[in-house]
């Protein structure tokens, strides 16, 4: 008897031992990693949706001139963004919308784009399918405009355009 309640509490031990080992594991990956990586400036990334996609150009907006349509939460001195990149479709393509969101990044914070999230038919502009350059995203590099508002205190931070992988590892970071 006095043998069996010895290995139940080894066996008690070990698993909370191995319980407290996944959690810490788990927490110093989470919290210890930087979630972005920053490419060499001009290099492309692949986006989890197995497209390829580089950023050409990033232009400002003078600080004030954006007042149109702002939600009210966002602060005075907000800048617009306008990113021009170019995506071509590595694999086959696909039959549905390519869900084409990137996110820009200054330091660990980031903004979305401030328009609507799929390429449709053609992509002039990622996140509103509007028509202008050709069907779908294809194996030709093919150009797009993203716009983001920004709070002017973080434009000089501004290290480019984050693509997601959305399978845990960190996501790329790309600049003209």
Same mark, same amino acid.
């Given at each position: 008897?006095? %043998?069996? %309640?010895?290995?139940?509490?080894?066996?008690?031990?070990? /698993?909370? #031992? #191995?319980?407290?080992?996944?959690?810490?594991?788990? $927490? +110093? $990956?989470?919290?210890?990693?930087?979630r972005f990586v920053q490419r060499p400036p001009g290099a492309s990334a692949t986006a989890y949706e197995g497209y390829e996609i580089r950023v050409l150009s990033v232009k400002r907006s003078a600080p004030g001139s954006v007042d149109e349509g702002l939600e009210d939460d966002l602060p005075d001195g907000t800048v617009e963004i306008e990113v021009l990149m170019e995506a071509r479709m590595l694999g086959p393509i696909p039959d549905e919308k390519v869900y084409c969101k990137h996110n820009i990044v200054a330091g660990e914070l980031q903004w979305e784009p401030h328009s609507g999230d799929f390429?449709?038919?053609?992509?002039?502009?990622?996140?509103?399918?509007? #028509? +202008?350059? /050709?069907? %779908?995203? /294809?194996?030709e590099w093919q150009?797009?405009?993203t716009s983001y508002r920004v709070p002017e205190r973080h434009v000089d931070q501004i290290n480019g355009v984050a693509v997601f992988h959305y399978? /845990? +590892? %960190? #996501?790329?970071?790309?600049?003209?």
């Open positions: 008897m006095k %043998r069996t %309640r010895a290995w139940l509490w080894l066996a008690l031990l070990l /698993g909370v #031992a #191995a319980v407290f080992s996944v959690l810490w594991a788990n $927490w +110093s $990956w989470i919290y210890t990693h930087d390429v449709d038919e053609r992509p002039t502009d990622c996140d509103s399918g509007d #028509a +202008s350059l /050709g069907p %779908r995203i /294809g194996p150009q797009f405009t399978n /845990g +590892s %960190r #996501a790329d970071v790309i600049r003209p």
